[in-house]
Each structure stands twice: as C-alpha cells, then as structure tokens.
Nanobody, 120 residues
Framework: QVRLMESGGGSVQAGGSLKLTCAAS?????LAWFRQAPGKELEGVAS???????RYADSVADRFTVSKDSDKYTLYLQMNSLKPEDTAIYYC?????????????????WGHGTQVTVSS
C-alpha cells in the first residue's frame, strides 16, 4: 500500500506562488496532482511518470510546473501566478502504470489533500 502525504498548501493573494510537496512511501510508475474545488468535480492538474513525461491541464500549463526529486519518492508542484479559481483541495495520487496521465480512474492510491486558497 503506497502512502502519500501532501504538504505546502496555504493562503495566498492572486499572483502569488506556492509549492506543494507529495512524499510517497515507495516507488511508483506515475504520480499526479489533482484538485477539487467546492461544488466541482475532481480535476487532473499535472502528472509525472518514470519515463520523465509530464502532462498538464490546459488551465495551468503556463503557470504550474511538476517535478520529481531524483533521490526520493517526492513529487513537487510549483504554482505561480495563482488565481482565485485555483482555490481547491489538492490531492496527490500514485499509480502502478506509466500510462495513468491525469485520469483519476487510473490511480490506486491517494493522499488526504492540502488546501490551497487564493484570494483576489
């Protein structure tokens, strides 16, 4: 059972930055960030796999960067130019396949989430 722990959430003003961290307990083929805003569906934000491929939602592609620590089972999400619409709970997820991309149904393990709030 892969355990995931997110950290780094908080409250910032629009235009600010945050860096989220996801610490995984063991090696996995794919790691990803998802988010869920109040009253909205879960959304895939960014993903990474062991081929080094990354994928982003169109809404964040020019503002967010996902990266993986080469020495640890840790995934990061650098979020810049934050907007109020980025406000959500952000979840880290892990999958045993490299093809998981940003599709939630492909992920088997989930963290408890970290809150990100962006004020205007």
């Amino acid at each position: 059972q892969v355990r995931l722990m997110e950290s780094g959430g908080g409250s910032v003003q629009a235009g600010g930055s945050l860096k989220l961290t996801c610490a995984a307990s063991e090696y996995t083929q794919s790691l990803a960030w998802f988010r869920q805003a109040p009253g909205k569906e879960l959304e895939g934000v960014a993903s990474w796999n062991t081929w080094g491929e990354t994928r982003y939602a169109d809404s964040v592609a020019d503002r967010f960067t996902v990266s993986k620590d080469s020495d640890k089972y840790t995934l990061y999400l650098q979020m810049n130019s934050l907007k109020p619409e980025d406000t959500a709970i952000y979840y880290c997820a892990a999958a045993a396949t490299r093809y998981a991309l940003t599709y939630a149904q492909n992920y088997d393990h989930w963290g408890h989430g970290t809150q990100v709030t962006v004020s205007s």
